[in-house]
């Protein structure tokens, strides 16, 4: 959780896209409600489900989509000294830092670095094995 704080403090800080402000947060359920909790924000609009985007009109489609392109272009700007996940402190008022992924207690250099162990984390696949390929309809995937 406060690495997702984190992430939002950092995208509000180094970006334009619009995120909640986080009021305060609480990463143990040892507090007194006993649960996790993120209080924030809540932003203006609704969240676009199948339903409603079935339901935009086509003049704003233009609009929807170079504001996606924008936040995707934003976030693909945004560097880091290395691949792991975002920390503000267990306190979330440190300057933002990575720190080891959950996933395998360490940080990479590269994303190729992370890619790779992710890979030869998967039961399928291992040093020197290349995936099996599945034909899935009309199209293979990879196994």
């Known amino acids: ?16 896209i619009p995120v909640p402000e986080v009021y305060d947060f609480d990463a143990k359920a040892t507090d007194a409600f006993g649960y996790r909790y993120i209080l924030m924000q809540a932003l203006p609009g609704r969240q676009m489900d199948a339903r409603l985007s079935r339901t ?19 976030l693909s700007r945004l560097e880091f000294e290395s691949v792991g996940r975002l920390w503000c402190g267990s306190s979330g008022d440190e300057p ?27 039961p399928s696949m291992g040093p020197g094995r290349a995936p099996r390929r599945r034909r899935m309809g009309n199209r293979f995937m990879d196994t």
């Open 1 to 16: 959780m406060t690495s997702e704080v984190a992430t939002l403090r950092v995208i509000a800080a180094r970006t334009t």
């Open 56 to 74: 935009v009109p086509r003049a704003n489609w233009d609009k929807i989509t170079e504001q996606l392109a924008d936040y995707t272009f934003q």
């Open 96 to 122: 933002p830092s990575i720190i080891a992924g959950l996933d395998f207690g360490k940080t990479y250099q590269t994303s190729l670095e992370y890619f790779y162990a992710v890979a030869y984390k998967s």
